[in-house]
């Protein structure tokens, strides 16, 4: 894993992000160097990238492209990229706070808690982090009955209570001065949990998930079953776009101002065959 591109979104310079990425390179491979990266960007001069850093040329839009293609973005590495360019090249002061503005909003998307083995107990209890999520966005004012009876379904009161109590200590949510709650950071990151730890939260969700199919109006909840037959090929694109709607509606949650409910969101496919061999063509 490339660190400098790991944490790209902290870099306010896109020069010195460029410059700690070649030196990182650099030392990760004895192959690279500013000719070799050059020559994949598709940049004439090899030299190129070399001047950017020196602050001796600015990135054009096909540049950032070129950039973007050969250090392989993912869509939101490659907005904030854009984004920290056009901040750092402005020339105008609304240009520049326009460029911010982005360069904020990207960050807001992207925040992330990473979870440690102690807080794998996070994932423990269904309503962990519905509970999360009500007690940062409801007007509950203390009273651990009415966070409990705001859960669906429905929780005790004790297990409210022990929920926030629990969410405090992990560092996932604290009090503010005026008594409410606010979340440390907006994202939950569990990519660093055993998978075996997620199992049975995974498994009480989708029970979950069927009730709500069964039992609610269709106003208040999305379904949709859907049986194909493609290539893998067919199914890598379907992963693919639906990951994009997945980090899309992410970011729009992330700066939703005017938080209604909690809800939980499952996009699932998966193989109801063995995989069919087709007969040789003679």
Same mark, same amino acid.
């Given at each position: 894993?490339?660190?400098?591109?790991?944490?790209?979104?902290?870099?306010?310079?896109?020069?010195?992000?460029?410059?700690?990425?070649?030196?990182?390179?650099?030392?990760?491979?004895?192959?690279?160097?500013?000719?070799?990266?050059?020559?994949?960007?598709?940049?004439?001069?090899?030299?190129?990238?070399?001047?950017?850093?020196?602050?001796?040329?600015?990135?054009?839009?096909?540049?950032?492209?070129?950039?973007?293609?050969?250090?392989?973005?993912?869509?939101?590495?490659?907005?904030?990229?854009?984004?920290?360019?056009?901040?750092?090249? !402005?020339?105008?002061?609304?240009?520049?706070?326009? =460029?911010? #503005?982005?360069?904020?909003?990207? &960050? +807001?998307? %992207?925040?992330?808690?990473?979870?440690?083995?102690?807080?794998?107990?996070?994932?423990?209890?269904?309503?962990?982090?519905?509970?999360?999520?009500?007690?940062?966005?409801?007007?509950?004012?203390?009273?651990?009955?009415?966070?409990?009876?705001?859960?669906?379904?429905?929780?005790?009161?004790?297990?409210?209570?022990?929920?926030?109590?629990?969410?405090?200590?992990?560092?996932?949510?604290?009090?503010?001065?005026?008594?409410?709650?606010?979340?440390?950071?907006?994202?939950?990151?569990?990519?660093?949990?055993?998978?075996?730890?997620?199992?049975?939260?995974?498994?009480?969700?989708?029970?979950?998930?069927?009730?709500?199919?069964?039992?609610?109006?269709?106003?208040?909840?999305?379904?949709?079953?859907?049986?194909? !037959?493609?290539?893998?090929?067919?199914?890598?694109? =379907?992963? #693919?776009?639906?990951?994009?709607? &997945? +980090?899309? %509606?992410?970011?729009?949650?992330?700066?939703?101002?005017?938080?209604?409910?909690?809800?939980?969101?499952?996009?699932?496919?998966?193989?109801?065959?063995?995989?069919?061999?087709?007969?040789?063509?003679?």
């Amino acid at each position: 894993m490339c660190i400098a591109l790991e944490h790209l979104f902290d870099y306010d310079d896109f020069r010195k992000f460029l410059q700690d990425y070649f030196e990182e390179q650099k030392k990760m491979r004895a192959v690279f160097s500013h000719r070799f990266f050059a020559a994949k960007a598709g940049f004439s001069s090899s030299s190129y990238c070399l001047n950017v850093i020196r602050g001796r040329f600015n990135l054009t839009p096909k540049s950032i492209e070129k950039i973007a293609k050969a250090m392989e973005f993912e869509p939101l590495q490659k907005a904030y990229f854009e984004a920290l360019v056009q901040y750092n090249q !402005a020339h105008q002061v609304n240009e520049r706070e326009n =460029a911010w #503005e982005q360069i904020v909003q990207i &960050r +807001k998307q %992207i925040e992330f808690t990473h979870l440690t083995s102690k807080e794998q107990d996070y994932f423990a209890k269904w309503y962990y982090p519905v509970v999360r999520e009500a007690a940062v966005n409801s007007n509950w004012n203390g009273d651990y009955t009415v966070l409990a009876r705001i859960i669906d379904p429905q929780i005790t009161t004790d297990e409210a209570r022990e929920a926030v109590k629990n969410l405090e200590a992990w560092g996932l949510i604290r009090k503010t001065e005026d008594g409410r709650y606010e979340e440390t950071s907006q994202m939950v990151d569990a990519s660093g949990v055993a998978p075996i730890a997620l199992r049975q939260i995974r498994r009480e969700y989708m029970q979950h998930a069927i009730g709500a199919v069964e039992s609610k109006p269709k106003n208040e909840r999305f379904a949709a079953f859907t049986t194909l !037959a493609m290539s893998e090929k067919s199914y890598d694109y =379907a992963v #693919e776009v639906l990951e994009e709607a &997945r +980090k899309k %509606i992410i970011a729009r949650a992330a700066n939703d101002l005017e938080v209604e409910r909690v809800y939980e969101m499952m996009l699932v496919a998966f193989p109801m065959s063995k995989k069919m061999e087709k007969e040789a063509e003679k």
